[in-house]
Each structure stands twice: as C-alpha cells, then as structure tokens.
Nanobody
Framework: QVQLVESGGGLVQPGGSLRLSCVAS????????MAWYRQAPGKERELVAG???????NYKDSVKGRFTISRDNFQNTVYLHMNSLKPEDTAVYFC?????????????????WGRGTQVTVSS
C-alpha cells in the first residue's frame, strides 16, 4: 500500500519559519508531480506550490518569495520551506502526488493525498 505522510507542522509566531515534509512510501514504481495544498477553516482547499518530476515549480501568488518547494527523488520526499509566515497562512497543509505503483508486474497510476498537517501562525 502506498501512502503519503506529512510532518513538520506546528505553531509559529508571525514572521517565523517552518519546513513541511511529505514522504511517499510503499510499492512505488514512479513518483511524478507533487504539490502542497492548504485548507483553512470554512474555505476551499487551494494549491500552494507544485513541483514536477524534473524540478519545475509553480506557486500561489501570495506565497511567492516566501515559500519554496523542493524534492528529493532518492528519498521520495517533497518539502515546503515556509518563511515570513503570516496569520493568513494558517491552515491544514496537504501533500498531493501523482505516482505509479507496481504489484505483481502490474503498474497502476494514482493520485494520492496525505492526511494533512496543521500550521498555525499566531502570536
């Protein structure tokens, strides 16, 4: 069974920093594009940042210059480095990935979500 597990969330003061991690584990054949989304209370889930398998990135306008997405393909991990955090960044952050699993020579393409990690920016 393949799963995505996020970590690194927590409580931080405005202006502070956090680094989120998301590890893909299980019978992976290939790990494609990965992304971070977030969902604040009462709001829809939104894309924060994405990264392709060859490292191309894209960001939500409000986080450009403050957040950096990166990946380690050997560790099957994607990171979100968050600097200059603001109260409006408070949300549950979810990892998403396009991947291919393999079992008994059968490959299956999936899009998976992690369970999320809470980020709270407050003084």
């Amino acid at each position: 069974q393949v799963q995505l597990v996020e970590s690194g969330g927590g409580l931080v003061q405005p202006g502070g920093s956090l680094r989120l991690s998301c590890v893909a584990s299980g019978r992976l054949f290939n790990l494609g594009a990965m992304a971070w989304y977030r969902q604040a209370p009462g709001k829809e889930r939104e894309l924060v940042a994405g990264i392709t398998s060859n490292g191309d990135t894209n960001y939500k306008d409000s986080v450009k210059g403050r957040f950096t997405i990166s990946r380690d393909n050997f560790q099957n991990t994607v990171y979100l480095h968050m600097n200059s955090l603001k109260p409006e960044d408070t949300a549950v952050y979810f990892c998403n990935a396009d991947l291919t699993t393999i079992r008994l020579s059968t490959r299956t393409d999936l899009n998976l979500w992690g369970r999320g990690t809470q980020v709270t920016v407050s003084s």
